[in-house]
């Protein structure tokens, strides 16, 4: 049942028999109503302050279906880079784009891979979570966990961190990949399928959850420190009732920022797990902290900055409104975002203008850009192709 896209056109009339499929089944299903690729406003003369050149490509195997609420992950450490893409492949590259290595999965990865002491790792959509010798790809270990992996594998402290479609959070044993602990959340009958990426800091987890909940965890024994709700699930159906924490949380200046999907963007002490402010706003991307400022990509493609003291909106760029924003990272002075459509976009952090833009894919981006040295970045598109782009100003 995974696959099936609900185009707005049709929502109202087959909300109830959807409805009715998916609690009798027990299948969760990938939902995506992301609006179809558009041509951004141009810039004018005097906006168009970064140029872009394009260092190297690479294609690689499989596709990558776009689905913003679900991106792929570039892996990057030293000089080496690690994809997986959704027919099953992982593949490392060198710094030129030259393929060192490439393994089949059981199961497909789509949502990408870590490197880690010299590791990669990686789960997939048959539960099964991999490790490679990061120098020549032999496998090290795997391991069958209960379901389908919906993260990225997070490293952090001897500890292996990721989350599974049916709710759970798992730890693992870097070496073997054992299981440490689990924590699990109750799971709506209907969610996005893009469960947010563990964050740790201090010994702490944090963790999102698709009904909405932020959870905080020891990173040594998974005991629940404490949890807070992101955002209520109201509305007369399914659909409406989606609160998925999908965005990552962010650690800064002493608060933990969770963000749900047709829910609030929220601060909550680091500690205690008090909430210090709530705004209604809709974010599946992991907002980006820069600048000692907390920038998000809202889900109807609006860019905002806020103030991580108040939540209120310093700025809020709409001109991409409608567009479907598939990733948002920075790099050296500089904010970017890219969308579904193919699109670069470079924005001003103080101003929020956009500065910059080019077209890098015809068939979309599946990736944030990947900031590396002297102002280049790594994206991934649709078709399966790694771009390394350099960035400069005119």
Known sequence: MRGILFKSIWRTAVLGTVAVLLNGCGVMSWFQ????????????????????????????????????????????????????????HLVSLNDAGSQQWIRSLAGKSARGATIAHGVVYTGTTAGKVFAFDAKNGHQLWSVQLTSEVLTPVVYAHDHLLLQTVNGHLWALNPKDGKVQWTFSMN????????????????????????????????????????????????????????????????????????????????????????????????????????????????????????????????????????HAMTGLSSCGEDLLATDNGGYLYVFDPESGHRIGQTRISSSGIQSSPVCLANHQILALSDAGTLYRIKLSKR
Do not use: C
């Not at 970064?50 to 260092?55: I, R």
């Not at 999907?261 to 980006?288: D, K």
């Not at 902290?289 to 920038?295: R, S």
């Open 33 to 88: 109503s992301s609006p179809g690729p558009k041509t951004p406003p141009p810039l004018s003369k005097g906006e168009n302050q970064v140029a872009f050149s394009t260092q190297w490509q690479a294609r690689l195997y499989g596709l990558w279906p776009i689905n913003p609420y679900q991106g792929t992950d570039i892996a990057h450490q030293g000089r080496q880079i690690v994809v997986s893409d959704a027919s099953g």
């Open 187 to 322: 799971q709506p009958s209907l969610i996005l399928r893009a469960v947010s990426t563990p964050t740790v800091h201090n010994g702490v987890v944090y963790a999102g959850f698709a009904d909405g909940t932020l959870a905080a965890l020891s990173l040594s024994t998974g005991a629940e420190l404490w949890h807070a709700r992101v955002a209520i699930a109201h509305g007369s159906n399914e659909l409406a009732r989606m609160v998925d924490v999908a965005a990552r949380p962010v650690v800064a200046d002493g608060q933990v920022f969770a963000a749900a999907y047709q829910g609030n963007l929220a601060a909550y002490a680091e500690q205690s797990g008090t909430q210090n402010w709530s705004v209604p706003m809709s974010v599946y991307l992991t907002p980006v902290w820069f600048k000692n400022h907390l920038f998000v990509a809202e889900a109807d493609g609006a860019i905002a900055e806020i103030d991580p003291g108040s939540g209120s909106v310093l700025w809020r760029n709409t001109r991409l409104k409608g």
